[in-house]
């Protein structure tokens, strides 16, 4: 089945650095996702991408749909401590309804 | 409430109890999805629920697991003869409308232990 490939798998990094995390696959998907999850939480929506070469911004964060629809990114810029918390990509194939998503990225931040 | 809502937060069992996990999804969505997210892991999907269409089942790992929704509203995933390697999260979400423009909001989750 579809896989995403989500790296890194963990990230230190001091407050105010920026921060970046990609996804690729060997499939084709039409919607990329960006989610993130704190500890005893559910997902929440960060970014959604609906069009390859999307470039789409939320705040600090960015993200992009890669040309060739198998891969995106998202980057953190000047982070702070309320970044912390596990970051996961996700794609909906076309025509269906399931997510598939990527192992996450969890981030510390050092103070 | 304004959110997806589960219940319990917490459950722990002996294997080979049968188990009921509850969701009540945001009010008005029409999709309810069902995930597993296993420690450290990304969630996997196990079932999907659209208005009064027949569920894809596709995810479901054995004949163990069944789910079903009530009046196109809140949704009860069982787990019967329960396994150690059933212990995981077990997510909800709804969507408003279903397809690639139906985001997708989570509730908070029931962690499942079995002994």
Redesign the interface.
């Known amino acids: 089945g579809q896989q995403l490939n989500q790296s890194p798998q963990s990230m230190f990094i001091q407050e105010g650095e920026d921060v970046s995390m990609n996804c690729t696959s060997s499939s084709i998907f039409n919607t990329w996702l960006w989610y993130k999850q704190d500890p005893g939480e559910g997902p929440v929506l960060l970014i959604a991408l609906y069009k390859a070469g999307e470039l789409t911004s939320n705040g600090r964060l960015t993200a992009q749909f890669g040309i060739t629809r198998k891969d995106s990114f998202l980057n953190i810029s000047a982070s702070i401590p309320s970044d912390v918390g596990i970051y996961f990509c996700a794609a909906l194939i076309q025509g269906a309804q399931k997510l598939v998503f990527g192992q996450g990225t969890r981030l510390t931040i050092n103070p | 409430g304004a959110g ?1 809502s589960q219940s319990p937060s917490n459950k722990v069992t002996e294997k080979g109890k049968d188990v009921e996990l509850r969701c009540d999804p945001i009010s008005g969505h029409t ?1 309810l ?1 069902w ?1 597993r997210q296993s420690l ?6 196990l079932i ?1 629920f ?1 208005g009064n269409s027949a569920p ?1 089942k ?2 479901l790992p054995s004949d163990r697991f069944s789910a079903e929704r009530t009046g196109g509203s809140v949704s009860t995933l069982t787990i019967q003869r329960t396994q150690q390697e059933d212990s995981a999260v077990y ?1 909800c ?1 709804s969507s408003l409308r ?12 029931t962690r499942l232990l079995v002994l």
């Open positions: 997806v999709a999805y995930y450290g892991q990304g969630l996997e999907f999907y659209q894809d596709s995810g997510l979400a279903s397809g690639e423009r139906g985001t997708q909001y989570f509730g908070p989750g």
